[in-house]
Structures are given as structure tokens and as C-alpha cells.
């Protein structure tokens, strides 16, 4: 009897000590997973979010964003250059866009400041063939005073441009002076020239 009371006594302390064994593997291995889980989360947080892009996140009163849909080719355009462009501007009314201007064929010096600030500095860097969306806060635009009834004060714009010529230099200035008027102007000159070398006319 003796014996198997200690017997029974042993068995006991065994699972005790089994159970106790087994809380404390399960503990572990809990807080392990758990300290894993944690240090994973804390991971993705740290990781950055992609930042929006600005073309598509304009708002109201942004900074000028341009988009390039066509990207040209040879030089880029630079200060005092000729450009002859075509081109579609709406104004921006929350999801609505109501054109207010076109143009097929337009000429203008680039940075002369005889045009719209935002139209402008929307075709910096631009080559001929060059196609681009150009996103124009009211600062850059009309401001507070706006156009007529066509474009209220502090609007947004967007235009849509191809740049079709770039000229420079003298080149440039007859091609803003006018083809047609030009070859008007030298023929004018030619014949002031020559008129004084014709017999009857003295």
C-alpha cells in the first residue's frame, strides 16, 4: 500500500509539473507570436504612403500642374522664343469644364510677358510637338477681376496645348512680325531701293 501511495504520489507531481510546463510553453509562444505580430504592424505603419499625384489632386487655388501627354522632340523652348501653338481652355467648376477659348494657330513670344502668367510658365521646357494639360490657379490666371462674363473672378483654368513651331532668333521675329508681312515689308524696301535708278523717274 505504501508503495502504491507513492506511486500515485509521483504520478501526480508529474502531471502537475507537465501542466505547469505546458501554460508556461503556451505563454510564451503567445507572447512571441503577439511581439511578432506587434512588430510587424509597427513595420507597415513606418512604411510611407505613395504620395498623390499633383496633376490629379489639383484643387481650388493650387499650384500650377502641368501634365505631359505628348513629350516632342529636339530643343526645349527658351526665353524670347517664338512659338506657335494650338490650343483649348476650359474653366475648371468642380467636375464640370466649360471651354471658354480656342485656337488653331496661335503665335506669341515665350516669356515676353505679353500673355497669360500660368499659360506661360505651363510651357517651360516644351519642344515642338510637345502636348500638354496645364492646370492654372487664379494668381496665374485672372485673379479677382476675372474676364468679362466669361471667366468669374478667382477661377481656375485648364488649357490644352500643343506647341507646333519653335523659332528663334531673327527667325522668330519675323515669324511674330507676320510671314506674309514681312515679305511685304522687304518688298517695299527693294523698290525704294531701286526706284531712284530708273532714268525716267528723274
Not at 502537475?16 to 505603419?45: H, M, P, Q, Y
Request: aromatic share 8%; charged share 20%.
Amino acid at each position: 500500500n505504501k508503495v502504491a501511495l507513492c506511486f500515485l504520489i509521483a504520478i501526480q507531481s508529474v502531471a502537475a509539473f507537465t501542466s505547469k510546463l505546458s501554460v508556461a510553453s503556451f505563454s510564451v509562444s503567445n507572447r512571441g507570436r503577439n511581439g511578432a505580430a506587434t512588430a510587424i504592424a509597427s513595420a507597415l505603419e513606418e512604411i510611407p504612403e505613395a504620395d498623390a499625384d499633383p496633376f490629379d489632386a489639383y484643387a481650388p487655388g493650387s499650384s500650377l500642374v502641368y501634365k505631359e501627354l505628348t513629350p516632342g522632340s529636339g530643343d526645349p523652348c527658351e526665353k524670347g522664343d517664338v512659338l506657335t501653338v494650338s490650343y483649348t481652355g476650359r474653366l475648371l467648376r468642380g467636375a464640370g469644364k466649360n471651354m471658354i477659348d480656342s485656337n488653331e494657330a496661335w503665335t506669341f513670344k515665350h516669356q515676353g510677358g505679353n500673355v497669360m502668367p500660368g499659360f506661360d510658365e505651363g510651357l517651360k521646357g516644351a519642344k515642338a510637338g510637345s502636348k500638354r494639360i496645364i492646370k492654372i490657379p487664379p494668381a496665374k490666371a485672372y485673379g479677382s477681376s476675372g474676364r468679362g462674363n466669361m471667366i468669374p473672378p478667382n477661377s481656375d483654368l485648364e488649357f490644352e496645348i500643343e506647341v507646333t513651331e519653335i523659332f528663334s532668333g531673327i527667325r522668330g521675329e519675323i515669324r511674330l512680325f507676320g510671314d506674309d508681312r514681312a515679305i511685304r515689308l522687304v518688298a517695299i524696301v527693294a523698290l525704294l531701293a531701286i526706284i531712284p535708278k530708273i532714268p525716267f523717274l528723274h
